[in-house]
């Protein structure tokens, strides 16, 4: 699969039909799962098969969802962090990126959903044996058929210019330079990378040899889901034109420019 399509295309799956995922690609999908955890640290998070949909949709219904809404599917996946660090929030996000990618092919839809603010209680009858924490759960399933002369609206997406800055936040850095260094189409494609409400927290900065992930702060919080989400398409797109690499974290304090606050998150060497 080309990761620029699969970016470019990704959508999340609001409706699905009424029909279980064979037990095989179930399980085909939770081992993957398995080897992702013990990959970048089973320490820090693991995922939760939430076979029975109809209870998790019953039970959360008016209490989490997309948006406030319910997602109804077959089944769920659910996202335990084992603690509440950021490192391990950042973590798990990127590790369920890349189970959507493997989930996508076989065929299956997928939805984030959130369920933060549900009762401590109910999460843990819904995932036995719970360890850490649950916000977050996935939606799986087989996508309802869409109609296809019904044009679904393109999300708004930030330029290049919008999230590329040159050494510093908020200064500029132009078309040319990102076309000389061959980064024109990576940033371009990770623009269509998801994101809390669509927000696009996330900011770079290209300093010598490094690209430095910053994320806008909103309500005085940071979406590190977000941030795992990104860094897991940037490296995948990066891989694709031929830039190897990984995102190494990085703690330093928050910085304010011009009333808009932002937190560094991580590093990667080009």
């Known amino acids: 699969m080309l990761m620029s399509n699969f970016l470019r295309d990704r959508k999340s799956t609001r409706e699905y039909k009424n029909k279980e995922v064979s037990k095989d690609i179930l399980e085909k999908v939770i081992d993957y799962g398995k080897e992702i955890e013990k990959e970048i640290g089973d320490e820090n998070f693991r995922f939760l098969l939430l076979k029975n949909g109809d209870k998790v949709y019953k039970t959360l219904e008016g209490k989490g969802g997309y948006s406030g809404v319910m997602i109804k599917s077959p089944h769920y996946i659910a996202l335990e962090t084992l603690d509440s660090s950021r490192d391990s929030i950042i973590k798990g996000a990127y590790a369920m990126e890349k189970l959507i990618t493997k989930a996508t092919e ?11 603010n549900v009762d401590g209680q109910i999460k843990k009858e819904l995932c036995n044996n719970l360890d850490g924490d649950v916000n977050y759960i996935l939606a799986i399933g087989y996508p309802t058929p869409k109609n296809p002369f ?78 795992g989400i990104i860094m897991y398409y940037f490296e995948n797109m990066a891989t694709a034109i031929g830039v190897t690499g990984k995102w190494n974290l990085i703690n330093c304090e928050d910085v304010e420019v011009n009333g808009t606050s932002y937190s560094y998150i991580g590093e990667f060497n080009i």
């Open 150 to 227: 019904i044009q679904e609206p393109d999300s708004c997406r930030l330029s290049i210019e919008d999230i590329v800055y040159k050494d510093e936040i908020g200064k500029n850095i132009s078309a040319e330079e990102l076309e000389n260094r061959g980064l024109s189409d990576l940033f371009f494609y990770v623009r269509f990378a998801p994101s809390s409400f669509n927000n696009q927290p996330w900011r770079f900065i290209l300093k010598d040899s490094k690209i430095i992930l910053i994320l806008m702060k909103e309500e005085d919080k940071v979406s590190f889901i977000d941030a």
């Open 106 to 116: 076989y065929s299956l839809g997928t939805c984030w959903i959130s369920i933060e």
